[in-house]
Each structure stands twice: as C-alpha cells, then as structure tokens.
C-alpha cells in the first residue's frame, strides 16, 4: 500500500518542477525575444498559478494562500491592468481592518503586561534595552545604506522624465523638538484616529503603570476588562486573517497594473542597490544577532512568513502587526513583551526604512552631480538617526524624511521625483526588513530578560 504522505509529497514536487519549467520558458521568452505568442505564455502562467492553488489546497495553510494570492494579484495586474487598478478598494479595506485592531489590541495587551504583574521595574529595564539595541541596529542599517549606494554610485547619470515635473511631496523638515514632541500624546483619541502607535504605547504604560499603583479591590475590574478585550481582538485578528489573501492579492494586482512589470527596467541600479544591502543588512547582522542569541533559525524563518508576506505585498508594517504579534506569542515569546517590544520598534526600529534614507540621501546627491565629502555624508548620517524616528504613522512617511532631509542640506529635491515612480517596489522591501528586524528585537530582548523558552531556541 502506497503511503497517503509519500504520494501527497510526490505529487507537491511534480507539481513544482512543472511550474518552475513554465516560469522558466516565460523568462527565457521575454529575455531572447523568442516569438512565442503572448496568449500561449499567459496560459503557461495561468497553468503555473492553478498548480499553486492546488498545492495550497491541499496544504491548508494560510501562509500558502498569501503566497498564492500573491502571484495571483501580479497575473491579474499584467494581463489585465485596467481591472487591476480599480481592486485597489479591496487591499484597503484588509489595511483598514487591521488598523481597527492596533490600538485597542496594543492597549489591552500592553496594560494587563504591566498591572497584571505589577512587576514595573521589568518595564524600566525592558524600554532601555529596547532602546539601545534599536539604536544599534539602525546605526548600522545607515552605514549599510551608505556603502552601498557609494560603491554602485546608482545615482551618477540619472535623467529626469518629464512627467514628474508636476508630482508634489510634503517637504516640512522636523526639527529635534517636533520629533521628541511626537512621542507623546497630546489626546489619546486623537492619536487612536490618526494610527500614532508610538502615543498609543507611551499612554497604554503610564496607564498600566498607574493601574498598576492600585489596589488589589480597584484594581480588579479594570484589569479584568483588559484581559477580555484582549482575547476579543486576538479573536478578531484571527477572522480579519481569512481576508488577507484577498487584500494582498488586490494590492499586488494594483502595484502590477498601476505601474508594469517594465518598471522594473527603470532605475534598475538603484533598485538593485537597495535589495541587495538589505540582504547583506540580513545577513551580516541581523543574522549574526539571531545566532549569538541561540535562537533556532529554521523555526524563527517560519514564525515570520505569514507576517512578513503581509508587509512586502501591502507595504504596510502595520497591516502585519497583528499577524507578527500571534505569530510570536505561538513561538514562545510572552505577549507582555511582545506588546512592549514590537510597537515601539514600529518607530525606533525601522531598519529598512533607515537603509533606504542613507542610500536614497546620497543617490540625490549623486543624481545631482554634487559630489560630497565623506565627512559630509557621515553628517547627514547622524541627522538621520534622529529624523528617521519620526517616521511611524505618517503616510508615505520615508518620502517626507527624504524631503526633509534634501531640504537640510540643499541635495536637488526634484531628483526625489524620479524615486516616485519606483517607491511602491522599494518599499515592499524596506517594509519586509522593518518587520524582520522587530520580529527578531522582541524575541532578542524576551531572552535578554530570561522569559523565552530554552527549548525552543534550540
């Protein structure tokens, strides 16, 4: 009798080797021009996308959906781009959903961590920890960043269309104190409103600090509540969850229609650049981190799939919280830390976004044809260690830091015009890495302060 498991594996890696020939013969159509009509190439490809759907059937697994609807969205916006454009609606209806989530699971989380122990020392401890380690890590995003783009010089010969003559960006700089300012809330409800996570945060611990100061009587009732609402979103999370395929495949299909797939030729260096120092930001430290650390690799890669999916399809490290959040609790990580950690790396831990602002600062320097001092670059540097933490809850916020900063040091803003057009690809990167990296802070500082279980690290 044949094994039910073997044959299920067998037919998985049939179906794979069939696919990865077809994605091969559409690569090798396009790149040698070979006159293969375009119908029968669309067929291939739509052959390759039900294959998937049929292994993700048979798997069940949501992450295997996501990855599923994902090539589903790109087909969809290649072939059939006037549709595609208008199933924007659909991917923001999933981002609006899970920004209904954020403050109140951030809120009922982060108090039942604080009062629900009472142990506020470990708070203290946790929030400076948490700050030296970002501040470590996105140090060395910068200089990454920095290298790179010295070294490939993507900026150098840059032509402007056109056509981004009449494209406009906010180009207020924030000063030190606006950006100190930011961190705290000035009206809870309004920082819910407008999707502040940091001001969430910071009142969600001074309120579980003071519930915490009560007594054991008054205390009760409103410890008992946060508990609820945190199961009730938890619950809420996991419904949301069985509407991501549909809007990350939507938002695919929209970034494909709305753009192209040759947009991938323009800009093709920098683009190139900034991919290939945030895979060399991944393994020259954030791997070594993971490992000095002990935590087990293989497991950690499959505790951030789902999330990390969410965040490269929509753009949106916010639409992957709720997802890295359960995600971790299952690891292992305790949801006290995980509520602390993980949102306050949400602005203090952007390392995608803090590579890409040394590298894109310096490309409008060399696109400019100004030909700056290292001294001078290391500078703006150190500007963009303390401008890049405003960037949470700001929409197109990396863009708004790039004006800031050209408007600072006099770089040629209407060079931030030629980014535009490929800021969507860019940013499906810089946001994947952000979740990486405060995925692997929370799990960091959990075993700093002795709480993640020895057993699962191994």
């Known amino acids: 009798m044949v094994n039910p498991y073997i044959m299920k594996r067998n037919t998985v890696l049939a179906l794979t080797m069939i696919s990865s020939l077809i994605v091969l013969l559409n690569l090798v159509a396009y790149g040698l021009h070979i006159p293969i009509p375009e119908w029968l190439l669309a067929i291939s490809r739509w052959i390759v996308i039900v294959f998937a759907g049929f292994i993700a059937y048979k798997r069940k697994n949501l992450t295997t959906w996501i990855f599923v609807s994902i090539l589903v969205g790109a087909e969809v916006g290649y072939d059939f781009p006037l549709l595609a454009v208008n199933l924007k609606v659909l991917s923001k209806i999933f981002i609006q959903l899970i920004k209904t989530i954020i403050a109140p699971l951030l809120f009922s989380t982060l108090v039942v961590g604080i009062a629900g122990h009472s142990n506020i020392k470990q708070v203290g401890r946790m929030g400076w920890k948490s700050l030296l380690y970002f501040e470590i890590v996105t140090t060395l995003a910068l200089f990454i960043g920095l290298a790179a783009i010295n070294i490939t010089k993507a900026g150098v010969g840059v032509k402007m269309p056109e056509s981004t003559a ?4 906010a180009s207020k700089p924030q000063t030190w104190e606006q950006v100190i300012l930011h961190v705290f809330p000035e009206n809870i409800a309004k ?30 009732p409103m410890l008992a509540f946060c508990e609820s609402l945190s199961e009730v979103m938890f619950k809420f999370t996991h419904i949301i969850m069985y509407f991501a395929p549909v809007g990350v495949g939507a938002a695919m299909a929209y970034t494909v229609g709305h753009m192209g797939l040759g947009i991938l030729v323009n800009l093709f260096m920098l683009l190139a650049t900034l991919y290939m120092a945030l895979i060399a930001f991944i393994l020259f430290v954030l791997l070594p981190i993971a490992l000095y650390n002990g935590i087990n690799i293989r497991k950690f890669i499959d505790v951030i799939t789902e999330p990390v999916t969410i965040a490269f399809a929509t753009t949106s490290s916010e639409a992957a919280l709720p997802s890295a959040m359960k995600r971790l609790e299952e690891f292992g990580v305790p949801r006290k830390i995980i509520a ?14 803090t590579l890409y602002l040394a590298l894109a600062s310096i490309f409008l320097a060399q696109a400019g044809g100004m030909n700056m001092s290292v001294d001078k670059q290391i500078f ?58 405060n995925c692997l802070a929370t799990v960091v500082i959990a075993k700093w302060e002795g709480e993640f279980p020895a057993s699962i690290s191994e």
């Open 166 to 169: 009449h494209e406009e960006v």
């Open 380 to 437: 703006m540097m150190l500007t963009l260690m303390l401008t890049s933490k405003g960037v949470a809850g700001v929409p197109r916020a990396s863009m708004v830091i790039l004006m800031g900063t050209a408007t600072s040091f006099r770089l040629p803003v209407e060079v931030i015009f030629v980014i535009l057009g490929i800021d969507e690809l860019m940013d499906m990167a810089r946001t994947s890495v952000n979740v990486i990296g």
């Open 340 to 353: 602390f950690v993980l949102p306050t790396g949400y602005s203090f831990n952007l390392d995608g976004t």
């Open 191 to 220: 920082s819910v409103a407008e999707g502040q996570v940091l001001q969430i945060v910071i009142f969600s611990i001074l309120f579980g600090v003071g519930l915490a100061l009560l007594d054991e009587k008054k205390k009760a």
